[in-house]
């Protein structure tokens, strides 16, 4: 089975902080993933990477970075914490095979800002 | 913008009933296709995976996929109350740039009433 490990399960953060968020996945997945995941939003792409060292923006990249050192491991970074990313986080990987292939998600870090 | 759309209920059947969740998309180039499950304060799970017209059948899942129509849908028969969940349609972007990425509807929330 994949196992897709997200570091914290839960995080509480004052604005301005520098937080990081750490994925690792065991399957040699070459694509992973961060979502975040808000009540009537859906799930929203913040950055996903192909390959280590590469990185590309998703559909919210604003005031998050990431880092990708490591084909198991892909990190969000959040510059200075502002309360509008209080949020439940998502990692995810994937391999890119024939027909593509669906995303095998971590837990989640749920990340309250105050 | 690419986009896809879910009624987002809450859908209400009787245990023992078939549950009948809808999809569009609006990609005509999009290939694959992808149904989550997701109970509440878990992450999404990959429960089916559809690339092909027509019907896919895993257990009591059946996905059906109608690509002239830019449409998948998800019939669960025999409803059970563990199937009460939140149901996310997933679509694969047309190759091209993202590799991988996954455009999500914002769910349908199912409920089993026993």
């Known amino acids: 089975d994949v196992k897709v490990t997200q570091s914290s399960r839960y995080l509480v953060k004052r604005t301005g902080e520098k937080v990081f968020l750490e994925c690792v996945q065991d399957m040699d997945h070459e694509n992973m993933f961060w979502y975040r995941q808000d009540p009537g939003l859906g799930l929203r792409l913040i950055y996903f990477s192909y390959d280590v060292k590469m990185k590309e923006k998703g559909d919210i990249p604003e005031g998050y970075s990431v880092s990708r050192e490591k084909k198991e491991r892909f990190s969000l970074i959040l510059e200075s914490a502002s309360t509008n990313q209080t949020s439940m986080y998502l990692c995810a990987s994937s391999f890119v095979g024939s027909g593509g292939a669906g995303l095998h998600f971590g837990n989640g870090t749920r990340l309250t800002v105050t | 913008q690419k986009e896809v759309e879910q009624n987002s209920g809450p859908l209400s059947v009787p245990e023992g009933a078939i549950a009948s969740l809808n999809c569009t998309y609006s990609?005509?180039?999009?290939?694959?296709f992808f149904w989550y499950r997701q109970y509440s304060g878990k992450s999404p799970e990959l429960i089916m995976s559809?690339?092909?017209?027509g019907d896919k059948e895993d257990g009591r899942f059946t996905a059906q996929l109608n690509k002239a129509s830019q449409y998948v849908s998800l019939l669960i028969r025999d409803s059970q109350p563990s199937d009460s969940a939140t149901y996310l349609c997933?679509?694969?972007?047309?190759?091209?740039?993202?590799?991988?990425?996954?455009?999500f509807g914002k769910g349908t929330k199912l409920s089993v009433k026993p």
């Open positions: 990609d005509r180039g999009s290939q694959s």
């Open positions: 559809i690339y092909s017209n």
């Open positions: 997933a679509v694969r972007e047309r190759d091209g740039g993202s590799q991988g990425n996954l455009i």
